[in-house]
């Protein structure tokens, strides 16, 4: 079957560095990518990783593992406006363009 | 910019009636899609369509119907809507596939419209 799993909620203090991770199997690979959205709104694009490794986008980076079939969103100098959820997406089936959600992970940033 | 437009943010129908959602892209994206988002269950895809008159199945097509008359346009509609049906309803589009000269962040990433808040009562 087809799955992704990430937490459902997480917490951080404001200037902190926090790590979103996110687990995939799914039938055939291309690709992850990162969404955030914000309460009430639609999710925007933050990332997408073809290839293994760390891609770094000012605060924001996202690592790919392809043979663990492992990701993660790292946040630095977090800022209270990070206070969203952040969905993970699979890329998997073929070449229909369709993605696999993950149910997204509520990050909370305080004070 | 991509935009993806839909027709209400929000929208109350009564059980039974026939409700039409519509979505517009104006970046001549090839792929099309729609999701319903309710708490707990992220998003999740309805239908999704590659090409105008194509459309196909996505996980929980049960209840709902697609139509794709012009390559901007994808309308999703309840046939005889359900209180089961109350959901955030999120349209998206993207490039296309398969173009092997076109970098897959072009081609595969989904832009999102700023979804409709369904209610069935």
């Known amino acids: 079957g087809q799955n992704i799993d990430q937490p459902t909620e997480m917490t951080a203090t404001e200037g902190a560095i926090v790590q979103i991770n996110c687990t995939y199997q799914?039938?055939?690979?291309?690709?992850l990518f990162w969404y955030q959205q914000h309460a009430g709104e639609a999710p925007t694009f933050l990332s997408y990783?073809?290839?293994?490794g760390l891609e770094e986008k000012g605060r924001f980076s996202s690592f790919l593992s392809r043979s663990k079939g492992y990701s993660y969103l790292l946040l630095k100098e977090l800022q209270m406006k990070d206070s969203a959820s952040y969905l993970c997406?699979?890329?998997?089936?073929?070449?229909?363009?369709?993605?696999?959600f993950g149910q997204g992970t509520t990050l909370q940033v305080k004070p | 910019d991509v935009k993806v437009t839909q027709s209400s943010r929000y929208l109350v129908k009564r059980t039974g009636e026939k409700v039409f959602l519509e979505c517009v892209q104006d970046m001549d994206h090839e792929n099309m899609f729609w999701y319903r988002q309710d708490p707990g269950l992220g998003l999740r895809l309805i239908y999704f369509s590659y090409d105008v008159k194509m459309k196909e199945k996505g996980d929980i097509p049960e209840g709902y119907s697609v139509s794709r008359e012009k390559k901007e346009r994808f309308s999703l509609i309840l046939e005889s809507a359900s209180t089961n049906q109350t959901s955030m309803y999120l349209c998206a589009s993207s490039l296309v596939w398969g173009l092997a000269e076109i970098s897959p962040l072009a081609t595969d990433t989904q832009y999102f419209g700023p979804g409709t808040r369904l209610t069935v009562l």
């Open positions: 997406a699979a890329h998997g089936s073929g070449n229909t363009g369709k993605l696999i």
């Open positions: 990783n073809v290839l293994d």
């Open positions: 799914t039938s055939g690979f291309n690709g």
